[in-house]
């Protein structure tokens, strides 16, 4: 049976950083480097590096690129490439507080032809120039060198701050927060690596032995200890609750905890003491180790990596995490690799850039193979199409659960996913629903909505629109009445339902003539353009002048609202435009979706857009079809959500209202979770923002590699 209170299990994984004390016989480290080492022997900390002579391991035939990349580095919101002409090359968000730009593309960064190395970590990125100066982007207004560094040959930067290492072996570090100020590490003058984590900084030494420190905050300094049986480290990475080192015959060897590539189950991983050193199973011949040790580089340019997939991130073509060290597919022969718990780049042999895993795409993109569709919907983390004949497109997250365990079949472009040839509206799995992949309207009338589990065919004969929220649906009959099913728990399903049920509940409407719902939250437009709402009311997105938590079952008019031709309701908020094109919001302004010092706007508030035709609120931003065919958003949070779907165009930092670059004759926009799409009058989609399920539909999806090609 179909169960709406059912767990879509849709949130993303959220990081465990476990608290750790220091082990003075080993120590285990977090955060990261940004580099890639392709010797086989310790080197001195004045040799240069070159990559090997390797083959292709899949059919994707490498080409000559007009930008031949050595290095990457990827941060928590930026990523950079050195070309192989000293160039320097960034994107997703550019550095500055002025006139910022989200890219999807790389950019060269004016004013760096000598660049060697990159490193992409807290508060900016730092460039190590041929000339052994090292460069900070975002630390400034303006890249600004780092004061008394000439002869840097390695930096490294993790949670903690920052650390060079000189040409004569010497460690000097930095802060988070104070990076102008660089202090040596006493007691090391043999080092040639260097990485740094969130609590403990590791570096290999001239010997091929690789020593640890913690953070040395108090008097005392840092206290040293010798990693034991390492003896012919080439490199050393530091990730978020590990670390790893390349051992001169090709082996890599990691200690600390969660995945080490040792195949090891979550029980015994548990049980294995932090201080142990296992050996990453299956590696005999690696040359490269990726800045958090969960990626590998074979001789033959085949790159393995294991641990977290839940983004896509080891690039196997699967979201299936991994205990043993996976092959990356449809990629040429690797030269070097980077990988944050979320997203993967690497650089081929020929100077390629390829990246997968959660890459959002900042400007809004078309959606593959469609040209006729007549309705978009963007939901939690998928995306939906009706076409004139009536077929349902689908793209984006899709999962099913079998024997107690969940499956992902996510697709990066349009498919014809349930087999419908009468669509005529969809309403996808909206922001924060746990319950609905989609429910669709069929031209005769009736509703059917699709989840993980089952089918639920809504025994509706008359439907001409639907809507979902969190656990709950609604659906517009050609009465202009409004029923409603699944939970109830703060009266989204009207009076007359119970707090759970798959049976469609009348609300005690009769001249509804659009619907919307979100959160558990349910809104009807009514003829004389008045919105009433009902259900929960926790953040005052009932509009009704009060703010209360409890039920609201009984719809209730939303104040000084009475010429409204659109609605709209997000997780927390909702909106509405009025017939003279103004656009009003209420609820949440976490925020300032409107331009006031108010937390929670308890009747409609305008925005500062008076020339909307349509509306759509998600759950972190508004956007609005202006009368031009433009769109506009507007943030109503200040989390990574906005972040994302600001349509990459100049903003200042704290611009709350962005035109999305791109898009003109749009007719219809939809908002889902961190994505949103909009429908063109030709029939074309385009969707921007978030991509770590393949929602944006254009083929570069998360769990495959994709070529960039900077201009």
């Known amino acids: 049976m179909h169960t709406m209170g059912s767990n879509r299990t849709s949130a993303r994984r959220t990081a465990v950083r476990a608290i750790v004390q220091l082990v003075l016989a080993v120590v285990l480290v977090a955060g990261c480097t940004t580099h890639t080492t392709t010797a086989r022997a310790p080197v001195p900390a004045h040799a240069s590096v070159s990559l090997p002579a390797v083959k292709p391991p899949t059919s994707v035939a490498s080409i000559t690129p007009a930008h031949p990349f050595v290095d990457v580095s990827l941060g928590n919101d930026r990523a950079c490439a050195v070309e192989r002409d000293g160039s320097l090359w960034c994107w997703m968000r550019s550095f500055g507080k002025h006139a910022i730009v989200d890219l999807d593309e790389p950019r060269r960064v004016d004013g760096l032809t000598d660049a060697v190395q990159v490193v992409v970590g807290f508060g900016g990125a730092y460039a190590r120039r041929r000339t052994g100066e090292v460069v900070c982007l975002g630390c400034e207004a303006s890249p600004v060198a780092l004061?008394?560094?000439?002869?840097?040959?390695?930096?490294?930067?993790?949670?903690?701050?920052?650390?060079?290492?000189?040409?004569?072996?010497?460690?000097?570090?930095?802060?988070?927060?104070?990076?102008?100020?660089?202090?040596?590490?006493?007691?090391?003058?043999?080092?040639?690596?260097?990485?740094?984590?969130?609590?403990?900084?590791?570096?290999?030494?001239?010997?091929?032995?690789?020593?640890?420190?913690?953070?040395?905050?108090?008097?005392?300094?840092?206290?040293?200890?010798?990693?034991?049986?390492?003896?012919?480290?080439?490199?050393?990475?530091?990730?978020?609750?590990?670390?790893?080192?390349?051992?001169?015959?090709?082996?890599?060897?990691?200690?600390?905890?969660?995945?080490?590539?040792?195949?090891?189950?979550?029980?015994?991983?548990?049980?294995?003491?932090?201080?142990?050193?296992?050996?990453?199973?299956?590696?005999?011949?690696?040359?490269?180790?990726?800045?958090?040790?969960?990626?590998?580089?074979?001789?033959?340019?085949?790159?393995?990596?294991?641990?977290?997939?839940?983004?896509?991130?080891?690039?196997?073509?699967?979201?299936?995490?991994?205990?043993?060290?996976?092959?990356?597919?449809?990629?040429?022969?690797?030269?070097?690799?980077?990988?944050?718990?979320?997203?993967?780049c690497a650089v081929t042999t020929n100077g390629e850039l390829f990246c997968w895993g959660d890459f959002p795409r900042f400007h809004a993109t078309r959606a593959l193979g469609i040209s006729d569709a007549t309705f978009v919907s963007a939901g939690y983390d998928n995306s939906c199409a009706t076409r004139r004949d009536g077929t349902l497109l689908c793209w984006g997250a899709r999962s099913a659960v079998a024997n107690g365990e969940i499956s992902y079949h996510d697709t990066n472009e349009p498919e014809d996913r349930y087999a419908l040839r009468d669509a005529v509206s969809i309403a996808t799995a909206t922001p924060a629903s746990h319950s609905y992949d989609a429910c669709v309207v069929r031209s005769a009338g009736q509703v059917v909505c699709y989840d993980e589990h089952d089918v639920l065919r809504l025994a509706i004969p008359d439907a001409m629109r639907v809507a979902t929220g969190q656990g709950h649906a609604c659906a517009l009959r050609r009465s202009g009445r409004v029923v409603c099913w699944g939970s109830s728990d703060h009266g989204q399903c009207g009076p007359a339902s119970p707090e759970h049920s798959n049976t469609a509940h009348d609300v005690g409407l009769d001249d509804a003539i659009a619907i919307a719902a979100g959160g558990d939250t349910s809104c009807a437009l009514r003829k004389s353009g008045a919105v009433s709402c009902w259900g929960g009311n926790d953040w005052a997105q009932l509009g009704n002048g009060q703010k209360a938590r409890g039920k609201n079952p009984s719809p209730s008019p939303v104040h000084g609202l009475d010429d409204a031709i659109d609605v709209s309701v997000g997780f927390t908020h909702a909106c509405a435009v009025r017939r003279s094109g103004q656009v009003v919001c209420w609820g949440n302004n976490l925020g300032g979706v409107a331009r006031v010092d108010t937390l929670d706007l308890k009747a409609p508030t305008a925005i500062g857009i008076d020339d909307a035709i349509k509306v759509s609120a998600g759950t972190e931003a508004t956007c609005v079809v202006r009368k031009s065919g433009k769109v506009t958003c507007v943030s109503v949070s200040s989390s990574r959500g906005m972040d994302v779907l600001r349509g990459g165009g100049p903003y200042e930092e704290d611009q709350t209202k962005f035109d999305i670059p791109g898009l003109d004759d749009v007719v219809d926009v939809s908002v889902g979770d961190k994505h949103a799409c909009a429908l063109r009058h030709d029939g074309a989609v385009f969707c921007w923002g978030d991509n770590e399920r393949g929602q944006i539909g254009d083929g570069a999806g998360p769990r495959i590699p994709h070529r960039l090609t900077p201009n």
């Not at 005392?220 to 990730?239: E, K, L, N, Q």
């Open 147 to 344: 004061k008394g560094v000439t002869d840097a040959v390695d930096v490294a930067n993790g949670e903690r701050g920052t650390c060079i290492v000189s040409r004569a072996g010497k460690v000097a570090c930095s802060g988070r927060w104070d990076w102008k100020t660089l202090k040596d590490v006493g007691g090391i003058d043999d080092a040639v690596r260097v990485g740094v984590g969130g609590r403990q900084t590791c570096v290999v030494r001239r010997g091929g032995s690789v020593t640890c420190w913690d953070g040395g905050d108090d008097e005392s300094g840092p206290r040293f200890a010798t990693v034991p049986g390492i003896t012919d480290a080439t490199t050393v990475v530091v990730g978020d609750v590990h670390a790893c080192v390349l051992r001169g015959t090709g082996t890599v060897a990691c200690w600390g905890e969660g995945d080490l590539g040792d195949g090891a189950t979550m029980d015994e991983a548990r049980e294995r003491k932090r201080t142990a050193v296992v050996e990453v199973k299956g590696t005999h011949d690696a040359v490269a180790l990726s800045a958090d040790g969960n990626c590998l580089v074979e001789r033959s340019g085949t790159a393995r990596c294991w641990g977290s997939n839940y983004f896509g991130r080891i690039g196997d073509g699967t979201r299936t995490d991994q205990k043993l060290p996976s092959a990356v597919q449809n990629i040429p022969a690797v030269a070097r690799i980077q990988s944050t718990n979320s997203r993967t």
